[in-house]
């Protein structure tokens, strides 16, 4: 019997580190905001000032960066009217509920009125709804998409992608900036933008030329006073919203531009920053979602730190 209660004893004196190290609370998970602060240096990079356009409104800047891999001719041609200050003194004419604001000439379909295009601006370009992936780097998101095969980063931008098609373009998410066309797909020349205000609307996916999208702003642009059903059109004049000046930044002084670092999407940490967003792990949550969208997945923009 005492060799029994010996035995039993010692079972119990092991056993008994490994019942306390089971019970320890495990290591507390980081938020999203968490590991942003944290990202080291490398994670980050410049926003370009020849691919970024700085949109002055009365109440502020809304920067832009453009996305030459995606629409070449048409950055080109964007670049061109912003050089030759098209859009200055133009208005925002159009904010439509739940769905884009758009800017340009609201008189370019009348020649007598109409604001001519700068030199070096072409009167025709081809659609550039896609590019060709290959080559790409595509940092893809493992969750299921309802609008495309694949989805992810490309350059930065959230992307979608058709492998059998070997096709990419860029999602119509919230801040995504396109060109405004008529029916036919190559009559979009980039004077007439829109911005999306609302929730995504992916259908408009791969059915436009998407120029680039707003990395700070925004809250400048959803603002703007909603115009008339259907399609906020103003009606007046004096209802439109006032442009003071489009530019791009490079070609703003130094001292003038806003400086910018957006966080890699090849990088850890906006791999585990997306994963904390997919399972958030706060004491609101209680279930985590295991699934994040696409236009749900924010790209996070700093201002570099001084030193």
Not at 68 to 80: D, L
Request: charged share 25%; net charge neutral; hydrophobic share 40%.
């Amino acid at each position: 019997m005492r060799h029994r209660l010996l035995v039993a004893a010692l079972a119990f004196a092991v056993a008994a580190p490994a019942i306390a190290q089971d019970a320890a609370a495990p290591p507390k998970r980081k938020s999203a905001k968490e590991i942003i602060d944290a990202a080291p240096a490398s994670a980050w990079r410049d926003l370009d000032p020849a691919n970024t356009l700085y949109m002055e409104l009365p109440a502020g800047r809304v920067v832009i960066e453009l996305a030459p891999g995606f629409a070449p001719e048409h950055v080109a041609n964007i670049k061109a009217m912003a050089r030759g200050g098209f859009w200055d003194g133009l208005t925002i004419y159009r904010s439509q509920d739940n769905f884009v604001v758009q800017w340009g000439d609201a008189d370019g379909d009348d020649k007598a009125k109409a604001k001519p295009f700068p030199a070096g601006t072409r009167d025709h370009l081809p659609a550039e709804f896609t590019r060709n992936d290959k080559g790409v780097r595509f940092d893809r998101l493992p969750d299921a998409d309802g609008w495309a095969p694949e989805v992810g980063f490309i350059d930065g931008f959230p992307a979608a992608r058709d492998p059998k098609a070997g096709k990419a373009w860029i999602a119509h998410c919230y801040g995504v900036v396109g060109a405004g066309r008529n029916n036919a797909p190559d009559s979009s020349i980039g004077a007439e933008l829109y911005a999306i205000i609302g929730q995504a609307p992916r259908a408009l996916d791969h059915q436009l030329s998407v120029v680039g999208r707003v990395v700070k702003g925004m809250e400048l642009l959803s603002v703007v006073p909603r115009g008339p059903d259907p399609m906020g059109f103003y009606e007046k004049p004096e209802q439109r919203a006032p442009i003071v000046s489009i530019k791009l930044a490079s070609d703003v002084p130094v001292a003038e531009r806003t400086p910018l670092q957006l966080l890699r999407t090849d990088s850890q940490a906006f791999r585990d920053a997306t994963e904390a967003r997919r399972n958030r792990v706060d004491d609101f949550y209680t279930v985590p979602a295991g699934h994040i969208d696409l236009c749900n997945v924010a790209l996070p923009v700093r201002t570099p730190p001084k030193g």
